[in-house]
């Protein structure tokens, strides 16, 4: 008996989407490419983290923890969002750990989609939702963020979404909305008439729950505010608000995110974190405790956004440069770029672009992406991925780049901007 015989993968399995990020990454690094694909700081983490979590390993705090968080850092926690919510926050009962965000997503898909049941998701997405959804046996329906018809599209606030269009999405079926602010990949930050315009969707539909990813909070742009979905109307009580330490201090290898939710959705929340991987570290988790009580006084939040501010006007700067046209993030750690001008001629739009049928990695963004990695020796992502099949027409001509990366990277995609800018001149 051969091995392939024995290997039969569940459907679930079978249904989750490949790992663009990895595939152009592993192209990156055997073209020696300037990687801007995939979403993760190469900057050092603040020291007042880093010293914290090692002194709780001294402390000898190196074994399992809580499921839902240690104390003392769900308290710090139910704290600080007890101001940011309006809200008495209980660490105890509103707020639940995770081994990451994206673990976070896959215990709330758990716990309130049945097979069958549909999850409304805003187009394009961070695909870890669509595989979350696909491994409770739930469906995806998109809804795509549009842009004026004819315009050029300078900033991520021309992204919109249309209250009608999510209304008719929603179905007797539909258990989730998942919301998404400041938003991956466009780095849309909905602004409180946009969440009130949502809300009175959701308002409509009394059994829906809306997990409203918030992890980029703190990197926001140009004085734009974000508002957490949960302070608005009385949206509190079906909101499941996640959060992220490992974008909030640059240190996605630590794993660890956090839900604050009412007592009934956390409490369904907590039996799943607990199937799924127990608990987080236990010193990453109290080293994490008290960065968040330390930043009530050092101004991390404020320094943080206006550094990654400058990275990304520095990255707006060479794409623009380059002809590239950037659509300028409010918030978040992207930049997407126009591509349908420079490299009309490199990578020429094929007739089966309009289609949904074409297989998703010959679409002309991915071909693009592919050139620019090797050609320019820059590397983006592509953005049709992010999108149901019969949507990503929408994304022909988009690629997405980061700009949550140290100076040194960002001096050489600079450069290597220029390069490609003089190479098609």
């Not at 919510?85 to 990451?100: E, F, H, P, Q, W």
Request: charge should be negative; charged fraction near 20%; glycine fraction near 6%.
């Amino acid at each position: 008996m051969t091995m392939s015989s024995l290997v039969r993968p569940a459907l679930r399995a079978q249904a989750l989407s490949p790992n663009v990020f990895a595939a152009f990454s592993a192209l990156a690094l055997k073209h020696g490419s300037v990687n801007l694909g995939q979403g993760f700081p190469t900057f050092p983490a603040p020291d007042f983290l880093k010293d914290a979590v090692c002194e709780a390993i001294h402390a000898n705090n190196n074994q399992y923890g809580r499921p839902g968080g240690h104390p003392e850092l769900v308290g710090v926690i139910g704290t600080q969002y007890s101001e940011q919510l309006a809200r008495k926050i209980d660490g105890m009962t509103n707020v639940c750990t995770y081994s990451g965000a994206q673990e976070g997503i896959a215990a709330a898909a758990m716990a309130f989609v049945n097979p069958g049941d549909e999850v409304v998701v805003i187009e394009p997405y961070f695909d870890a939702y669509v595989n979350a959804v696909k491994l409770a046996g739930g469906k995806v329906i998109g809804v795509p963020l549009r842009t004026p018809e004819g315009a050029t599209v300078t900033n991520s606030s021309d992204y919109t979404l249309d209250p009608a269009e999510l209304d008719r999405a929603i179905t007797p079926n539909t258990k989730m909305l998942i919301l998404n602010t400041p938003h991956n990949p466009t780095g849309k930050v909905f602004s409180k008439s946009e969440l009130v315009e949502v809300s009175d969707v959701v308002a409509r539909h009394p059994d829906l729950i809306v997990l409203s990813d918030e992890v980029y909070e703190h990197s926001v742009y140009d004085d734009t505010e974000h508002i957490a979905f949960a302070t608005i109307n009385d949206m509190w009580k079906r909101t499941i608000s996640l959060y992220s330490v490992g974008k909030t201090f640059s240190v996605t290898g630590f794993r660890l995110g956090y839900s604050i939710a009412p007592e009934e959705l956390s409490r369904e929340l907590l039996k799943i974190r607990a199937a799924l991987s127990f608990s987080s570290v236990t010193p990453i988790e109290i080293g994490t405790a008290k960065a968040i009580a330390a930043c009530r006084s050092n101004n991390y939040y404020q320094d943080f956004r206006t550094m990654m501010q400058a990275k990304r006007d520095v990255l707006v700067a060479a794409m623009t440069q380059a002809g590239i046209p950037p659509v300028v993030p409010q918030g978040g750690y992207f930049t997407v770029g126009d591509t349908s001008g420079p490299l009309v001629g490199a990578v020429p739009r094929l007739s089966e672009d309009d289609t949904a049928e074409q297989a998703l990695l010959e679409r002309r963004d991915f071909r693009v992406a592919r050139w620019l990695t090797t050609e320019a020796n820059i590397t983006g992502i592509p953005m049709s991925c992010f999108y149901e099949p019969h949507n990503r027409y929408l994304a022909n001509d988009v690629i997405r780049f980061c700009h949550a990366k140290d100076d040194d990277t960002m001096l050489a995609a600079r450069s290597n901007f220029q390069k490609f800018a003089k190479q098609l001149s």
